[in-house]
């Protein structure tokens, strides 16, 4: 079974940068497309954003559009979520998620499962 293991997370200022990143394991990892979700205290999981198998194709939620990339590195079986000018409202835990079934056609929510255990964001103003 698919294994990820999130880190990165930790305590930032408003308008800081901070790199999480997802190791995978027991999966081909380059045949499966991957997704970032964040979850803040007493709201529904929240899809962030994903990244396509190929790499070509990458998906953000308005909300980080423009602050926040998705890279993979297959060589690393690791996917990254780069988040720049942070903002208080993006504090929650992320978690990253694969594809359910290999070279998926879309970067649709109800595609990914297989759970990482999230790793921690908090940015205070």
């Known amino acids: 079974q698919v294994q990820l293991v999130e880190s990165g997370g930790g305590l930032v200022q408003a308008g800081g940068s901070l790199r999480l990143s997802c190791a995978a394991s027991?999966?081909?990892?380059?045949?499966?497309?991957m997704a970032w979700f964040r979850q803040a205290p007493g709201k529904e999981r929240e899809f962030v954003g994903a990244i396509s198998w190929s790499g070509g194709n990458v998906y953000y939620v308005d909300s980080v559009k423009g602050r926040f990339t998705i890279s993979r590195d297959n060589a690393k079986n690791t996917v990254y979520l780069q988040m720049n000018n942070l903002k208080p409202e993006d504090t929650a835990e992320y978690y990253c998620a694969a594809e359910r079934i290999a070279y998926g056609v879309g970067l649709y929510e109800a595609n990914f499962g297989f759970w990482g255990q999230g790793t921690q964001v908090t940015v205070s103003s």
């Open positions: 027991g999966v081909t990892f380059s045949s499966y497309s």
